[in-house]
């Protein structure tokens, strides 16, 4: 009893040490300039948003409420942490938007070019920017210098998002490169709205490309917009930022905009053990959950010595089609005479068994063979039926003799 | 990781087994053995070999079923203590 004691004494001790040592390192951990998940960069916890970024020496976060009936279509947050182009200038950007999406067709991500609401940076624009021809409008932004020009196309939530950026090459270098290979920083727009009142959501996405230049995104999308009615409402933040202040001087046309930086301890933590979880548990199931793409091509290396199964099965069936002719198909044997005498051929066949005399009686002779078949074949179930029962042999004599001792 | 792993050499043993196997070719010139196909369609004509393939069925579905009540017996038997 006493050691439970004990344990409980020390029990508040070692989980204020966990604490400490899960709220230190969970900044510390992702010190190196390790870029950011979409699961990472943006969270959605109900109506609130944590948005990671890179403050220079680590990663901070801010967390955005919104309070009243989030609209997808109308309001929106970006969350940029790319610290390369902000000289390891925190980077966290609200926009606003003339029209800010996709275009009807679809067919490329437009973005607005002024910020609403920027907390640290003076630097606006320090994001990706896709757009149409609003392009050489565009200053201090930069466009994809897209490798090959790829049309990128994925599905989320149901719906097909793609953009084929006509720019390529035009714009700025947007690459980065993390464990040897190319990434590309990739926020999405997808707003239905096309009025001044909207906002553009934007999510954080990373992707790369593969051997042949087909960028594949490689993380879902923690949060996407969906099609909702558009209707004003307010952001509202709280807390305290560990690397600047913000100060809410934001406007919404649909609706006002308040915000304050938070970095608290709890949500810190929480997220941290969360994130530690996952990679867990991605972790576990790397390791023992089989690729089903490799099962598949071992499978089917494997298979391939028995495809002459496929033609057996064919030539089976072809069999029973014969056995199952119709009842006017009369059969019959026919010898062939044909004959080669001095280099000439002379053709002939003669029927040696014909069973058109039998068509007649066919269907009286087989039932009476029916009848006697079932009676034999039942007569003989009968009578292994013990045998049956106990699974013995197929013999009954043979479990006779030897039980019985005989040869 | 670890169960492909396993799988593969699993696989890589299956296969190599089944390497020394011959390659097995069952096409061939059916018209060599045309005068008995007429024979056995001459005795289909007769048989009704529609029952004879339920009667053959029935029969594979009762050595399973003794199969499978001798492994049950035999499993029985090897647990100690029964």
Known sequence: MKKHLRFLAVFPVVFVFLLFFHSVPASAALTGGRYLSPQEALQVFGNSFECKYWNGSNYSSISLTYSGTFDTSSHGMACDNSNDYLNSRPNILIYSGSYSGFNSDRNYISVDLSPLYSIFDTEQLHTCIFFDSQYSTASGGFVPDVYQSPTWEWVIGGQLMYFNNPNAGNGYQTEARFDGRKWLYVPVSYISASTFSGYSQRACFWGNFDSSGTFKLGLSCPYISTNSTASAGTFVTSGSGSSGSGTNTGTNSGGSVDMTQTNGLLSTVISTISQSVNLIISGIERIFIPDPDVLQDEYDALISRFEWIQDAKEDIEAMFVAFNSPPEYVPSVDADLGVTFYGQTLSGSSSVLNLSWFAPYRSTVRGILRAFIWLFFLWRVYCHLPSIIRGGSMDVLTLTNSISGGD | ?82
């Open chain 2, 1 to 82: 990781m670890i169960f492909e792993a396993l799988i593969h050499i699993l696989f890589t043993f299956i296969g190599g087994i089944l390497s020394l196997l011959p390659s097995i070719d069952l096409n061939f010139d059916s018209s060599v053995i045309s005068t008995a196909t007429q024979f056995v369609r001459v005795s289909a004509y007769i048989i009704p070999f529609d029952d004879v393939f339920t009667i053959l069925s029935i029969i594979t579905t009762l050595q399973a079923w003794r199969v499978l009540v001798s492994l049950l017996k035999t499993i029985w038997d090897i647990i100690p203590l029964l």
